[in-house]
């Protein structure tokens, strides 16, 4: 999994509860991303990060938020989870001016 | 923004033989098309990738074509086995500023082997 990890992999929650979801990544690499794979729909770019402190917007960004205070880190907060935000979420890397992204495990998140 | 399409949705296929999944993309600025494996419960892993300077690029079994006129791309495998079984996805991405690259992703194609 090119060095990143994401954790929890698994998490079950309640409406309306915040999650927080972390990738971390051991390459250095400067761009970082997170993404949704819902059945039907394949991946979809939630956020990503061209730095520390720099983030911007995705395809199906509304109800998440993202924060990168270290390079090896990248945040995913739901600040109040919905069901149709149950899915599994991944993160990726890549390096550089390079296009080429690796996956991380992911992270199955249930919202009841 | 950019839309891909991937087809076919599921494929079956005789250990041995050959499978093709093929792609489309709907902006001429996309210039890089990776190609991603993903095994039950594991995240997407790159399998092999081409860029628009190319028209064909090849892994042992594994071949990927791109015809940038009609703005699509497919993937061949050869003699196929069980273990090439799994969903496999399609993307496209071009630079979309600082630097960065946002794919935009096929909804899958599930193949399965047949031994």
């Known amino acids: 999994d090119a060095g990143i990890t994401q954790s929890p992999r698994h998490k079950v929650t309640e409406t309306g509860t915040p999650v927080t979801l972390r990738c971390h990544q051991t390459?250095?690499?400067?761009?970082m991303y997170w993404y949704r794979q819902d059945p039907g729909h394949g991946l979809r770019l939630i956020h990503y990060?061209?730095?520390?402190?720099?983030?911007d917007k995705g395809e199906v960004s509304d109800g998440y938020s993202v924060s990168r205070s270290k390079t090896e880190d990248f945040l995913l907060t739901l600040e109040s989870a919905t069901s149709s935000q149950t899915s599994v979420y991944f993160c990726?890397?890549?390096?550089?001016?390079?296009?080429?992204?690796?996956f991380g495990p992911g992270t199955r998140l249930t919202v009841l | 923004g950019e839309n891909v399409e991937q087809h076919p949705s599921t494929l079956s296929v005789q250990e041995g033989d050959s499978a093709v999944i093929k792609c489309t993309y709907s902006?001429?600025?996309?210039?890089?098309f990776p190609w991603y494996k993903q095994e039950l419960g594991k995240g997407p892993q790159l399998i092999i990738d081409?860029?628009?300077?190319?028209g064909e690029k090849k892994d042992q079994r594994i071949a990927v074509t791109l015809n940038k006129t009609a703005k699509h791309f497919s993937l061949h495998i050869t003699e196929t086995q069980p273990e090439d079984s799994a969903v496999y996805f399609c993307?496209?991405?071009?630079?979309?500023?600082?630097?960065?690259?946002?794919?935009?992703f096929g909804k899958g194609t599930k193949l399965s082997v047949i031994p």
């Open positions: 993307a496209a991405s071009m630079d979309s500023g600082a630097g960065s690259y946002q794919l935009t």
């Open positions: 902006d001429s600025a996309s210039n890089y």
């Open positions: 390459e250095n690499h400067r761009y």
């Open positions: 990726a890397i890549t390096g550089g001016l390079e296009d080429t992204q690796y």
């Open positions: 990060s061209y730095g520390v402190k720099d983030t």
């Open positions: 081409i860029r628009s300077n190319v």
